[in-house]
């Protein structure tokens, strides 16, 4: 896999945990393939999904925000690739979660991120993502 595709990738990631923290679902849509599913494990509490397709996942993200008064930022770092190829990658990233609310800001959740990436018409979407959240919230 070349540099500018892992590059790509990184900023895949990236932009969709901005595009879900600045509540841009327009943008956000495009960072997951049409089919893309998902699924959430929270330790101590199991599994939520798996949410399958673009829709079924923006909606998921939706009324997540509808829910929240605070501002949040989802820190990833940590990449690294699992596997990778010319069309194909998986990728797992480290998240925190901070919150702001009344003047105060708190970490309220940390886990990893393992994606599966696909290259489409040139472009590097999100197939899959499997998250494994530390604790429940």
């Known amino acids: 896999m070349k540099s500018s595709d892992k590059l790509a990738i990184h900023e895949l990631l990236s932009r969709a945990a901005y ?3 600045e509540r841009k679902l327009d943008v956000l849509k495009h960072c997951f393939t049409v ?3 998902m699924l959430v494990n929270i330790t101590g ?3 939520v999904g798996p949410f399958k397709g673009r829709e ?3 909606k998921l993200m939706s009324d997540t925000l509808a829910s929240q008064t605070d501002v949040r ?5 940590n990449f690294f690739f699992e596997a990778e190829g010319n069309r194909a990658a ?3 990233s480290s998240l925190v979660v901070t919150s ?3 003047g105060e800001i708190n ?3 940390s886990g990893i991120y393992r994606d599966e990436v696909v290259k489409e018409d040139g472009d590097w979407r999100i197939s899959h993502r499997h998250l494994n959240l530390d604790i429940p919230f």
């Open 56 to 58: 079924a996942i923006i």
């Open 73 to 77: 930022r989802h820190v990833i770092s």
């Open 45 to 47: 509490s199991g599994e």
């Open 107 to 109: 970490v309220i959740i």
């Open 100 to 102: 702001v609310e009344n």
């Open 19 to 21: 595009c879900f923290d």
């Open 90 to 92: 998986t990728v797992f």
């Open 35 to 37: 089919d893309a599913s």
